[in-house]
């Protein structure tokens, strides 16, 4: 079936270094992947979303590529600021008005 | 503007006991609408969709039902609490089922 994998569930940086949180997925459908980044107590917002293979997708300084061949849409971000600390889900829609969600990555960032 | 509206922003009830949790979406004709469920700190797991008046698609079972009795309008129910229905319950709308607009939630808490 369907699935998206986040393997990482807690992520600590310090402020202004890079960060990539992975993201996988399994479908046999054409896959149209999504970030959504929650802050605390708030709803979830879209982040990024793509469905074109090997095209960078970018807002809010973060990044993300769709690779098709190895079923990926890692979320970069090149200096992580501390308003950056959130949860952040990736998330499939393969099958029309399903979205399937990953686990969730929670980034912390320091000072 | 769109607005998306849920109450009651919070519930505490007890084992056994009915619940109805609503949601209502000002500025969109014809939205497409889901439920979706998040424990707390955990991933977001689509509960139901709706796509027109009085249309109602389950995905997953969790002794929960819906209704969209208006276009504007979808609710969530049950008429006997479970201990695991508690959690967060975001309502949500998108146009093209790309990119959901979430709700504020209703954080349920039963006992």
């Known amino acids: 079936g369907d699935s998206v994998t986040q393997t990482e569930g807690l992520v600590t940086l310090t402020k202004g270094l890079p960060v990539m949180l992975n993201c996988t997925y399994q479908?046999?459908?054409?896959?149209?992947l999504f970030w959504y980044v929650q802050h605390l107590n708030e709803a979830p917002k879209l982040l990024l979303k793509?469905?074109?293979?090997?095209k960078r997708t970018e807002h809010q300084g973060f990044y993300a590529t769709l690779h098709k061949s190895s079923s990926s849409f890692h979320l970069q971000k090149s200096s992580v600021q501390l308003s950056d600390s959130a949860l952040y889900f990736c998330?499939?829609?393969?099958?029309?008005?399903?979205?399937?969600f990953g686990s969730g990555t929670k980034l912390t960032v320091e000072p | 503007a769109q607005t998306i509206h849920q109450w009651p922003v919070a519930e505490i009830k007890a084992v056994g006991s009915p619940l109805s949790l609503g949601c209502t979406i000002k500025g969109k004709s014809s939205p497409n609408l889901y439920w979706y469920w998040q424990a707390t700190g955990g991933t977001l797991q689509q509960l139901f969709y709706?796509?027109?008046?009085?249309?109602v698609e389950s995905v997953v079972q969790l002794n929960l039902s819906a209704s969209r009795p208006k276009d504007d309008q979808f609710i969530l129910s049950t008429e006997k609490l479970l201990l695991s229905h508690s959690g967060f319950y975001l309502c949500a709308w998108s146009l093209s089922a790309e990119t959901l607009y979430f709700g504020s939630g209703t954080r349920l808490t039963v006992l």
């Open positions: 479908t046999t459908y054409s896959p149209f």
């Open positions: 998330a499939l829609r393969s099958n029309y008005n399903v979205l399937y």
């Open positions: 793509s469905s074109t293979d090997n």
């Open positions: 709706s796509i027109t008046v009085g249309q």
